[in-house]
């Protein structure tokens, strides 16, 4: 075997997002155990088009000795009979049901329970980073699916922040990060919190925030939070961040 570069896979630092596995057009990389994994060497190109996609910074490129790149057998590999199982299976696309909690009656009917939302958009895509809602903000940056897996959303979270909110995993990230951080350079943001569920993708909202706080030239703290599927709040962290100084040239 001669010596190549090819994939290498940090599993300390990988959560199992499955970002690097959907990146992989040759299907060279695999989420097993709940981590990803290189499934065959033949099947690696070296380009490392997956290496952007890692939130976590778990993947490299090194030269090492391996089997050549063999495109008919990524050919093969990528046409698998459709009877077989799928390759990797995204954490967060795991099918749960639940049993329907009793909640206990309440004077007022649901339809007078008034909304916490002061402002609209509230889409990360949609925002203007010179919105007045970020003037002086509190700032609630939460998942799309938050919401509805937290039953007092409204109370808990979204009472006396500026909302805004989005998909790490189906949206485009790149232009999320260029946008929040238009949005912390441009305002004075007292607080940030962000509030994401359990689901390895959706941990991408931490990495977007780490990213754009390091690229506005702020050093601020953030709450990040990680909400169950079934909506309790199971782990609250605050993540201190120091601007990034670029080397002058």
Not at 18 to 46: F, H, M, N, P, W
Not at 123 to 132: E, G, H, M, N, W
Request: with cysteine; aromatic share 4%.
């Amino acid at each position: 075997m001669a010596v190549r570069n090819i994939v290498r896979i940090d599993e300390d630092k990988c959560t199992g997002c499955g970002q690097c596995a959907t990146a992989c057009a040759e299907g060279a990389i695999q989420i097993v155990d709940g981590k990803a994994r290189l499934v065959s060497d033949s099947y690696c190109d070296g380009l490392g088009a997956c290496l952007g996609h890692c939130p976590e910074g778990a993947i490299t490129i090194e030269p090492r000795e391996a089997a050549e790149f063999d495109e008919k057998a990524v050919q093969t590999h990528l046409a698998r009979p459709q009877g077989e199982p799928p390759s990797f299976v995204c954490p967060g696309m795991t099918a749960h049901q639940f049993q329907r909690q009793q909640t206990p009656q309440r004077d007022a009917p649901a339809q007078d329970v008034p909304s916490e939302l002061t402002h609209w958009p509230i889409q990360l895509a949609l925002v203007s980073p010179t919105a007045p809602q970020f003037a002086d903000a509190d700032l609630l940056l939460a998942a799309d699916c938050v919401p509805f897996a937290v039953g007092d959303f409204h109370r808990r979270f979204l009472k006396d922040h500026s909302l805004i909110i989005g998909c790490p995993k189906l949206d485009d990230t790149q232009s999320y990060s260029e946008k929040l951080t238009h949005i912390l350079r441009s305002n004075n943001i007292r607080s940030l919190m962000v509030v994401h569920m359990e689901v390895p993708c959706c941990f991408g909202l931490t990495h977007l925030a780490r990213e754009a706080i390091a690229r506005s030239g702020k050093a601020m703290s953030f709450l990040d939070i990680t909400v169950s599927l079934r909506g309790s709040m199971i782990r609250s962290e605050v993540v201190k961040m120091e601007p990034v100084v670029e080397a002058k040239r």
